[in-house]
Each structure stands twice: as structure tokens, then as C-alpha cells.
């Protein structure tokens, strides 16, 4: 059935918002059944993706039955329409709403199919990337055990050459009913991939996606994870996003300057919100180190620009936006990593040329030494205008004895640096396959700077057959490489597959299953 503007759970009077733009329904009849999970995809211009899309949300382990698929068209003009009405007319919980004009946003979509949901569960997913078969399984599975109102799992950036995780504090293991600050980093990733919301929770605090161009998703999962008490993450693969050189969205569209405009936006939204400080100190590490230093001066964008005093005074604009709030803590405070330290230094004592040249360094792998001060080891980065910037280096690891016991292989590893961790793990990163990561946590034993690995073939024999990326966890999801001296290598012995250890030609410590 085709309805026009023919809304199932609210009256125009009580919410007039969507209203404002007049749209068709394909398939009406299917919000009126309950489901477990509405999947809701914002479609513009899609025609290339849309299908692998659609077809990943049919393909779902939970059962297509389970879902609601809202699809809402904002105004295409190439045939994303014709795909999405021959869908409708295949599937009667496909659900295609087309609305009469573009809202330069995908905002309204979103808000738009939250609106017309009918189920226990929402869930997102963009128009041009695609759901791991199990994904809606797995989240809808952890949502249910721990009875939060939202999950995240884990998000995979793919592009013509490789696949890249994003987000891994979010899925670096299975939480159950945790509060999202303990999670330093939880608002780093803000993107609507890979995750579950409870539908009645948005509801009870009307929870929307503000309609801008840019950071819409950054305030709107602000505001859930400010609200959300307590949530649950799981480490299975759910999300793939699309970033094939062809597909040109409109995040890669929008001028660096106008996405501070709008980060600048949700910085003063936070401010305003008047969260407990170290709750909001959180927040504003990742709008200020992330957004307004990494993002905004350690890209080649920057290093190439013609403008750069644009940057300069954008920069300049945070500063004072921030210091008009009069907060208990400074800016200088919630910023963490070594090299943003630096930056920040130079920015706040307007040292502009040093801040280019140390952009320049970042930015090509310039020439830079280790040094040792004060016992302590330092990266120290020699500038293209002459000048050094010793950059604290938090953590290094280093094979000092390495040994054959029996069977097993044992290596003694030092820690050095300004911050010595409690190392939890070790961590096998398959090359090949980004989804199979594994943690070791049993060949770990540390007393205070020296960490003993004890590898065995049985702690290894889980492994496939594979080259493997060998690390030390610590604080959940950093993880530090262990540089090894010696060529020498080991296999473990036993039935089955062997597992070797080896040093790689970058000198670090290395296994293989062969």
C-alpha cells in the first residue's frame, strides 16, 4: 500500500515536525507490526551501494522476519527511488519512505524513521555500507542478557586496500551494564555505526538528531551516552563502513573550517548541559584534542593549506569559548596524548611557525632520534626550521632475555617511559584479517617494570594459520609493541599447526602460525 503523509503513532498535532516536508510510504502496513529491531537507513543518491545495503540487513543470522527495515529517501535524483519501491514490492517489512525534496541532511531521515519505528530495538545504518551477517544478532543478544538501553560493537573501515577498526575501546572486550565513563574514550567514536538503542528510552527523553550538516550524530550520541546510565559493548563485528575512493560522501565534502563551525556548536551545547566536571572533561577531550588539534593541525590539509591562519583563528575561537564558562579544571588538563601536548603548547603561545613545522614533521615521518632524559625516553622531532621538540614517549617495550624452557618459550620484556601500565595481555592482531583479534592473557606475569611471557602451545593452539600482529595490552585497548634484538626464532613444538616467534624486519617481536 502507498500512503502520503500518513504518520501511524502520533497525530500532526502533537508532533508537527514531520510535516514540514511531505513524503510517500511503500509498505505502511508493516509499521504497524511489532519487531525486535527497526534498522533505519538514510538514502541519498545511493544507487551504486544501496543494494549490498539492503541485502545485508535481509541476510541477518536473527531472521528478516525480526526486523523492520525503514528506508528514507531524502530527495535522490538517480535511481535509489526505483531500487528501494522493487524492494518494497519483494519484501512487506521493507519499508520505503521518499520524501518530496532534499534535506541537506541526515538528520531528518533518521529522526524521521526513529518516528515511524515500531519495535523493542533501533538500530542505523547508512545508505552505502553494509551489516556483518551476525551483527544485529549480536547486539540485540548483549541488549537483552544485560537489559541496557544500548550496545556497541565493533565498526570496520574498509577501503580499496585495507580495512581499518575504528573505535576499538568500544569493542576491545564484552562489558555488561557498565557506565560509559568508564570507558576513557567511549565519545571518540559518535558515528551511528554499530550500535543498538533501546526505542522506548529515545522516547522517554525525545532524543533527536539536531539537523546539521556535519556533527549531527557527534550531539545526538552525546546526548544518549549522557543519559544512557549504563550501556553494554561486545567485541563481534557488526558494522562495515564504505570508504572506497568512489564514494564521495558528504563528511568528505565538508570543508574542515565549516566542521569546526559546527564542532564549536557542540562544544558550547556541552558546556551548557552542566555535566559534573569530570564527566564533562571527558567530553571536552574529545572536541579539543581530537577534534580542534588532531583532526584540525596534524592532517596534510593543514600543511597545504593557503590559509592557515583560518585554522589559527578557529583554534583561537575554542580558547576563548571555552574560558567564557569559568570551569574548575583547564583546558590544558584534558589533554592526553604527547604529541598533542606539544601542539597545544605552541597554539596557546601563538608560536604559529613552530606549529606548521611540527604539522610538516607529523605529517611526512620527519627525521627524528630516541633520547634518553633524565632516564626517561623521549622522541625528540628535528623541525624543518632547525629546531628540536622532545615528545615524552608513555610506554616502551623491549626484549632484555629470551630463553627455551622445556617446550615453551619464555621472553623477559622491560617496560620504559613516563607511564609504566599494568600489562593485562597479549594481543594477536591477525595481518590479514582485521576481525580476528585475539588476547592472550595467560602467557602475562609482571612485577613492576619487567613482564615475563610465557608462550606454550597450548595457550597458542586456538590459532590459525596466519601471520599474527604480536602486542601488550594494557587499560583495556592500548597496547604497546615489544622490540626484539635478537634474530633468533622459536617454534613451539607439539601436534598440529606451530606456532613460531620471530623478530620482523622492523625489529619487532612477532608470531606466525605455520
Keep these: 500500500m502507498i500512503l502520503k503523509n500518513i504518520l501511524p503513532f502520533t497525530t500532526r498535532n502533537e508532533d508537527p515536525t514531520f510535516d514540514r516536508i511531505p513524503y510517500t510510504i511503500y509498505n505502511q502496513a508493516a509499521l504497524r507490526k511489532h519487531a525486535k529491531v527497526t534498522v533505519i537507513v538514510p538514502v541519498y543518491n545511493?544507487?551504486?551501494?544501496?543494494?549490498?545495503?539492503?541485502?545485508?540487513?535481509?541476510?541477518?543470522?536473527?531472521?528478516?522476519?525480526?526486523?523492520?527495515?525503514?528506508?528514507?529517501?531524502?530527495?535522490?535524483?538517480?535511481?535509489?527511488?526505483?531500487?528501494?519501491?522493487?524492494?518494497?514490492?519483494?519484501?512487506?517489512?521493507?519499508?520505503?519512505?521518499?520524501?518530496?525534496?532534499?534535506?541537506?541532511?541526515?538528520?531528518?531521515?533518521?529522526?524521521?524513521?526513529?518516528?515511524?519505528?515500531?519495535?523493542?530495538?533501533?538500530?542505523?545504518?547508512?545508505?552505502?555500507?553494509?551489516?556483518?551477517?551476525?551483527?544485529?544478532?549480536?547486539?540485540?543478544?548483549?541488549?537483552?542478557?544485560?537489559?541496557?538501553?544500548?550496545?556497541?560493537?565493533?565498526?570496520?573501515?574498509?577501503?580499496?586496500?585495507?580495512?581499518?577498526?575504528?573505535?576499538?575501546?568500544?569493542?576491545?572486550?564484552?562489558?555488561?551494564?557498565?557506565?560509559?565513563?568508564?570507558?576513557?574514550?567511549?565519545?571518540?567514536?559518535?558515528?551511528?555505526?554499530?550500535?543498538?538503542?533501546?526505542t522506548s528510552f529515545i522516547r522517554k527523553h525525545q532524543f533527536r538528531f539536531p539537523e546539521m550538516k556535519y556533527a549531527e550524530d557527534k550531539r545526538f550520541f552525546i546526548d544518549i551516552l549522557t543519559h544512557v546510565g549504563e550501556i553494554s559493548t561486545t567485541t563481534a563485528p557488526v558494522y562495515y563502513i564504505n570508504r572506497y575512493a568512489e564514494n564521495q560522501s558528504l563528511t568528505k565534502q565538508t570543508d574542515i573550517i565549516e566542521k569546526m563551525d559546527t564542532n564549536i556548536t557542540v562544544l558550547k551545547y556541552v558546556l551548557d548541559k552542566g555535566l559534573p566536571p569530570e564527566q564533562e572533561k571527558m567530553i571536552v577531550n574529545r572536541l579539543v584534542e581530537f577534534d580542534s588539534i588532531t583532526r584540525l593541525f596534524n592532517r596534510k590539509h593543514f600543511v597545504?593549506?593557503?590559509?592557515?591562519?583560518?585554522?589559527?583563528?578557529?583554534?583561537?575561537?575554542?580558547?576563548?569559548?571555552?574560558?567564557?564558562?569559568?570551569?574548575?579544571?583547564?583546558?590544558?588538563?584534558?589533554?592526553?596524548?604527547?604529541?598533542?601536548?606539544?601542539?597545544f603548547s605552541l597554539l596557546v603561545n601563538r608560536e604559529y611557525d613552530r606549529v606548521v613545522a611540527l604539522?610538516?614533521?607529523?605529517?611526512?615521518?620527519?627525521?627524528?632520534?630516541?633520547?634518553?632524559?633524565?632516564?626517561?625516553?623521549?622522541?625528540?622531532?628535528?623541525?624543518?626550521?632547525?629546531?628540536?621538540?622532545?615528545?615524552?614517549?608513555?610506554?616502551q617495550a623491549e626484549v632484555v632475555e629470551?630463553?627455551?624452557?622445556?617446550?615453551?618459550?619464555?621472553?623477559?620484556?622491560?617496560?620504559?617511559?613516563?607511564?609504566?601500565?599494568?600489562?593485562?595481555?597479549?594481543?594477536?592482531?591477525?595481518?590479514?584479517?582485521?576481525?580476528?583479534?585475539?588476547?592472550?592473557?595467560?602467557?602475562?606475569?609482571?612485577?613492576?617494570?619487567?613482564?615475563t611471557l610465557t608462550f606454550t602451545k597450548e595457550t597458542l593452539a586456538f590459532l590459525e594459520k596466519g601471520k599474527y600482529i604480536l602486542s601488550l595490552r594494557y587499560d583495556d585497548y592500548e597496547s604497546v609493541m615489544v622490540a626484539k634484538e635478537s634474530e633468533r626464532k622459536y617454534e613451539l613444538e607439539g601436534k598440529g599447526l606451530t606456532p613460531v616467534l620471530y623478530q620482523t624486519n622492523k625489529g619487532n617481536l612477532s608470531l606466525k602460525v605455520m
Design 304 to 343: 597545504n593549506s593557503e590559509n592557515q591562519q583560518a585554522y589559527f583563528s578557529k583554534f583561537e575561537e575554542v580558547l576563548s569559548i571555552f574560558s567564557s564558562y569559568n570551569r574548575p579544571y583547564t583546558l590544558e588538563e584534558t589533554i592526553k596524548k604527547p604529541l598533542n601536548k606539544e601542539y
Design 46 to 198: 545511493a544507487e551504486k551501494y544501496v543494494k549490498k545495503t539492503i541485502d545485508s540487513v535481509i541476510v541477518q543470522t536473527i531472521g528478516f522476519s525480526q526486523i523492520t527495515l525503514i528506508l528514507v529517501d531524502d530527495g535522490s535524483t538517480d535511481k535509489s527511488r526505483h531500487i528501494l519501491r522493487k524492494y518494497t514490492k519483494l519484501y512487506p517489512n521493507i519499508v520505503a519512505v521518499l520524501l518530496d525534496e532534499n534535506t541537506g541532511t541526515p538528520a531528518y531521515p533518521r529522526n524521521l524513521g526513529m518516528h515511524l519505528s515500531n519495535s523493542t530495538y533501533v538500530t542505523f545504518l547508512d545508505g552505502d555500507d553494509w551489516l556483518d551477517h551476525d551483527g544485529i544478532r549480536q547486539l540485540h543478544s548483549v541488549m537483552e542478557e544485560a537489559g541496557t538501553d544500548y550496545a556497541v560493537g565493533k565498526t570496520i573501515q574498509v577501503d580499496g586496500k585495507k580495512e581499518k577498526l575504528i573505535g576499538r575501546y568500544e569493542s576491545c572486550k564484552v562489558r555488561k551494564s557498565v557506565s560509559p565513563y568508564e570507558i576513557p574514550h567511549i565519545f571518540y567514536h559518535l558515528g551511528p555505526t554499530a550500535r543498538m538503542m533501546r
Design 359 to 395: 604539522a610538516e614533521w607529523a605529517t611526512t615521518n620527519g627525521d627524528s632520534s630516541q633520547e634518553k632524559r633524565d632516564g626517561l625516553p623521549y622522541n625528540v622531532a628535528r623541525l624543518s626550521d632547525g629546531t628540536t621538540i622532545p615528545i615524552e614517549v608513555p610506554v
Design 402 to 451: 629470551e630463553r627455551k624452557s622445556g617446550k615453551d618459550v619464555i621472553m623477559e620484556v622491560e617496560l620504559t617511559g613516563h607511564r609504566i601500565p599494568d600489562i593485562q595481555a597479549v594481543e594477536l592482531q591477525n595481518r590479514e584479517f582485521i576481525e580476528d583479534l585475539f588476547i592472550v592473557a595467560d602467557a602475562v606475569e609482571q612485577t613492576g617494570h619487567l613482564v
